[in-house]
């Protein structure tokens, strides 16, 4: 039965008794109140996948004098967010209060009014900000080494947790007269988001900046793919934490070179885009080429509507060989795991056995390695940090900057849920990705639309052709036409008219949509939903759905009409 305690209402799990008396009588199917240690994984769904620190709850180390307050705070918060936050928040926020009271001798909280409070800030931002090295050292000279380790630096978001944990437990120790309460309420003008800079302003601006730097330079950029390029196919040596030239200790597998995937995943997160947890669970066979000798990668993508879910995406020639060869190459690890993936691992805990690539420690033990080995140094001479991520950052901002692809073709390509998401990564505002959009048409070498005002777009685009000034031009079209990027066009409707009559359909180009217009530049993505379309048609054949074929057949003139308007 404590098994499915996770699924009682919190409230009625962690009710506390009117009477502060009666604390200690407390005993639910997990744990006894008066504990002084609490396990609280039956309350949790999947405990395994938490820390213990979030899964035990331990009041052992906290004085007597204060232990009863901060339990009753933490019960009262267990009945209102989930255990293992109040658990986590508990665990790295205790011993910053109680380093603080012994500091300044005291035994209470009761003596927490407004200027002990902002006191406990100001320690705060002095202790673990502004000089943490300087209480470390001295600590460090004293030979007081575990008591040092407590002086790391933390971030500011991290001490506003800890800061608005404590002003949580003063609250509701004054507002309810919990025993050993302050006798006054904290009153804090500006407030704790505003001390530590996490209101929306600051936190968007921060937001941006992280983003901005998770972008790869261009000559790091550079030197990362021209020395994956050159780097051997497979890694020489055995030290652990790079790849390993395997020999089994067991004798299973004997003479399989270990293969320098570090060179191959780079590569191909490099021009994909692709998360680190795609790349290494692409199968064999996964690149193939289209009936214009196109090349194409199937990969199964995470955070769709459907997950996982297979899609087929564009590559380069140099990343369709390169994957070709990787495929060839680790097909003895193929046969020796049973498993189809190209990427492989090895579990050392289970006898060498060959797993598929972890992902958890990739910067760690293949990517920051790569970094040293080829000597990829930031303007200091340190190795340049770079994480598998970044590639993601990076190849969608190259894409959409440089090299002018639609912002719907790289949503596509990603797969994901909105073009907002996808925003997320290319580092432009929603004026200059509209002005991107546009300037995509200019540069088209044919456009085609359904009604009059798509007409009116296409005159409007070839008289910008022949503007001095592009950019003041494409400031005046955006005032003029409603532009939306679509995977395969864009929508001119104007949303001042109220919502869109075809809202909801599959694809605007099926519709006929008078608002729509597309161009050259969306041809291969026709083209691919044609190919798809073919296969699915033959597919419904033999399984005898006909009126599944009629309606994909219907669908399939349309997208066959217009792939014959963009070539012409």
């Given at each position: 039965m404590s098994a499915l305690l996770y699924e009682l209402e919190p409230s009625i799990a962690f009710a506390l008794p009117q009477d502060d008396n009666d604390l200690n009588s407390i005993v639910n199917k997990a744990f006894a109140y008066k504990d002084d240690i609490w396990d609280i994984s039956p309350f949790i769904k999947n405990p395994k996948s938490y820390s213990n620190s979030s899964r035990v709850m331990k009041f052992e180390d906290i004085p007597l004098t204060i232990r009863p307050l901060v339990k009753q705070h933490c019960y009262y918060e267990l009945g209102r967010m989930k255990p293992q936050s109040v658990a986590g928040k508990l665990s790295t926020s205790k011993t910053k209060l109680l380093m603080f009271m012994n500091e300044f001798r005291?035994?209470?909280?009761?003596s927490f009014d407004t200027e002990r409070f902002?006191?406990?800030?100001?320690?705060l931002r002095d202790t673990y900000i502004t000089q943490p090295e300087l209480k470390r050292d001295t600590l460090l000279k004293q030979g007081k080494e575990e008591e040092a380790k407590k002086y790391k630096p933390l971030g500011e978001k991290s001490l506003y947790d800890t800061s608005l944990w404590l002003k949580k437990l003063l609250d509701n120790a004054t507002n309810f007269q919990w025993k050993g309460s302050p006798k006054e309420t904290i009153h804090l003008e500006p407030n704790l988001l505003f001390m530590w800079?996490?209101?929306?302003?600051?936190?968007?601006?921060?937001?941006?900046?992280?983003?901005?730097?998770?972008?790869?330079?261009?000559?790091?950029?550079?030197?990362?793919?021209?020395?994956?390029?050159e780097e051997s196919k497979y890694q020489l040596g055995n030290a652990r934490g790079t790849i390993y030239e395997l020999v089994y200790r067991n004798g299973q597998a004997k003479g399989i070179k270990a293969i320098n995937f570090a060179k191959y995943i780079i590569l191909i997160?490099?021009?994909?885009?692709?998360?680190?947890?795609?790349?290494?669970?692409?199968?064999?066979?996964?690149?193939?080429?289209?009936?214009?000798?196109?090349?194409?990668?199937?990969?199964?993508?995470?955070?769709?509507?459907?997950?996982?879910?297979?899609?087929?995406?564009?590559i380069p020639t140099e990343i369709f060989e390169a994957i070709k060869e990787v495929d060839k190459l680790s097909e003895d690890y193929r046969i020796t795991?049973?498993?189809?993936?190209?990427f492989f691992g090895v579990n050392f805990a289970k006898h060498n056995e060959i797993t598929i690539l972890p992902t958890s420690n990739w910067n760690f033990k293949y990517l920051n390695p790569f970094m040293k080995r080829n000597n990829i140094c930031d303007e200091n001479g340190e190795p340049y940090k770079v994480r598998s991520h970044d590639f993601r950052h990076t190849f969608a901002s190259k894409l959409?900057?440089?090299?002018?692809?639609?912002?719907?073709?790289?949503?596509?390509?990603?797969?994901?849920l909105s073009m907002e998401m996808t925003m997320h990564y290319v580092h432009l505002s929603k004026e200059k990705l509209l002005k991107k959009a546009i300037e995509g048409f200019t540069e088209a070498s044919k456009i085609i639309a359904?009604?009059?005002?798509?007409?009116?777009?296409?005159?409007?685009?070839?008289e910008a052709k022949t503007e001095d000034n592009l950019e003041d031009f494409i400031e005046k079209l955006t005032s003029s036409f409603g532009v939306t990027s679509l995977p395969f066009g864009a929508c001119l409707y104007d949303y001042r008219r109220g919502h869109c009559p075809?809202?909801?359909?599959?694809?605007?180009?099926?519709?006929?949509?008078?608002?729509?217009?597309?161009?050259?530049?969306?041809?291969?993505?026709?083209?691919h939903e044609a190919d798809i379309l073919e296969s699915q048609i033959a597919r419904d054949k033999v399984l005898g759905k006909v009126v599944e074929v009629k309606k994909k057949k219907v669908k399939q003139g349309k997208i066959v009409k217009i792939i014959g308007n963009l070539s012409a």
């Open positions: 005291l035994h209470t909280l009761e902002l006191q406990y800030l100001a320690w800079n996490q209101t929306s302003k600051a936190l968007s601006q921060k937001k941006k900046e992280r983003r901005e730097a998770r972008l790869i330079p261009n000559s790091i950029w550079e030197k990362i793919i021209n020395s994956a390029r997160q490099a021009f994909t885009g692709l998360r680190i947890s795609e790349v290494t669970n692409l199968k064999s066979g996964c690149v193939f080429k289209d009936k214009k000798e196109r090349k194409w990668l199937r990969r199964e993508t995470s955070k769709t509507v459907l997950e996982p879910q297979e899609g087929d995406i564009r795991s049973n498993l189809n993936n190209l959409v900057n440089e090299w002018n692809v639609p912002l719907a073709v790289l949503t596509r390509h990603y797969g994901h359904n009604g009059e005002v798509g007409e009116s777009f296409i005159k409007v685009i070839n075809n809202l909801g359909v599959q694809s605007c180009w099926e519709t006929g949509c008078s608002s729509f217009t597309t161009s050259d530049k969306f041809l291969p993505n026709f083209e």
